[in-house]
C-alpha cells in the first residue's frame, strides 16, 4: 500500500517569501500520478497541480510542481496572503486514491 | 459552471446508517467518475471509493468495502453514498468529488479530483 509522506508538518513564512512543500512516497510513483490540493479552513480542497507538474485551470503561475519516483516538491514562487492554507499531495492510478497527511502553511 | 451541491448535515446514532447526495450540474454527467472523500475533525482527507455514473459500477477502499454503497440517477445526474454500522469514528466531513479515471473488469480505478461539493458533517452521537 502506498504512503505519501509530507514534511514539514507546518512551515511558517511570509508573504512574498518562496514556499518550498516535499512529498515522499514509499513506493515508485508510476506516470507521475501524483496531485497537489489547497484547503483553506471550512472549505474543500482544491486541485493544484496533477501529473505532478501540470496546473490546474485557473492555478496562478506561481505554483508549480517538480518531481518524479518517490520525490515530489510543490513549489509557490512568492507567497501570497490567500495562499496560507494546508496543502495535501495525492497519488492516483491504483485501485486506491491515497493522501499525505499534509503541510500547514502558517504566516510568520 | 461545473457544480456539486451535497445533502444537508446529519446527526446519526451509533449502528445506524447514513444517506448522502451529490447532484452535478454543469457537465455531462456520464463523462466523469464520482468519488467520496472524507474528512474527519481536524484530520486528513480519506478516499472512499469511485462511482462510474455511466454504468453505475463502484469500486470501494477496501477500508470501506461491506459497509459502503454507492448510487447513482441517471436522470437527476445525482450520486448518493450510503453508510452503514456507524461508530464514532465515522464523524466527519463527506465530500463528493468529480473526478477522471477507468474501469477495468478489474474495478475502477480513481485519478485526480477537480471539483468538490461543499461537504456534509455527519456526526454520530449517542
Known amino acids: 500500500e502506498m504512503v505519501l509522506t509530507q514534511s514539514p508538518g507546518t512551515l511558517s513564512l511570509s508573504p512574498g517569501e518562496r514556499a518550498t512543500l516535499s512529498c515522499r512516497a514509499s513506493?515508485?510513483?508510476?506516470?507521475?500520478?501524483l496531485a497537489w490540493y489547497q484547503q483553506k479552513a471550512g472549505q474543500a480542497p482544491r486541485l493544484l497541480i496533477y501529473?505532478?507538474?501540470s496546473r490546474a485551470s485557473g492555478i496562478p503561475d506561481r505554483f508549480s510542481g517538480s518531481g518524479s519516483g518517490t520525490d515530489f516538491t510543490l513549489t509557490i514562487s512568492r507567497l501570497e496572503p490567500e495562499d496560507f492554507a494546508v496543502y495535501y499531495c495525492q497519488h492516483y492510478g491504483t485501485s486506491q486514491a491515497t493522501f499525505g497527511q499534509g503541510t500547514k502553511l502558517e504566516i510568520k | 459552471q461545473v457544480q456539486l451541491v451535497q445533502s444537508g448535515a446529519e446527526v446519526k446514532k451509533p449502528g445506524a446508517s447514513v444517506n448522502v447526495s451529490c447532484k452535478t450540474s454543469g457537465y455531462t454527467f456520464t463523462n466523469y467518475y464520482i468519488h467520496w472523500v472524507r474528512q474527519a475533525p481536524g484530520q486528513g482527507l480519506e478516499w472512499m471509493g469511485i462511482c462510474n455514473p455511466s454504468t453505475g459500477s463502484a469500486t470501494y477502499a477496501q477500508k470501506f468495502q461491506g459497509r459502503v454503497n454507492m448510487t447513482r440517477d441517471r436522470s437527476t445526474s445525482t450520486v448518493y453514498m450510503d453508510l452503514s454500522s456507524l461508530s464514532s469514528d465515522d464523524t466527519a466531513v463527506y465530500y463528493c468529488?468529480?473526478?477522471?479515471?477507468?474501469?477495468?473488469?478489474?474495478?475502477?480505478?480513481?485519478?485526480?479530483?477537480?471539483?468538490w461539493g461543499q461537504g456534509t458533517l455527519v456526526t454520530v452521537s449517542s
Open positions: 468529488t468529480r473526478g477522471l479515471g477507468y474501469c477495468s473488469t478489474f474495478g475502477c480505478f480513481p485519478y485526480y479530483f477537480d471539483s
Open positions: 513506493q515508485n510513483v508510476l506516470n507521475t500520478f
Open positions: 501529473t505532478a507538474s
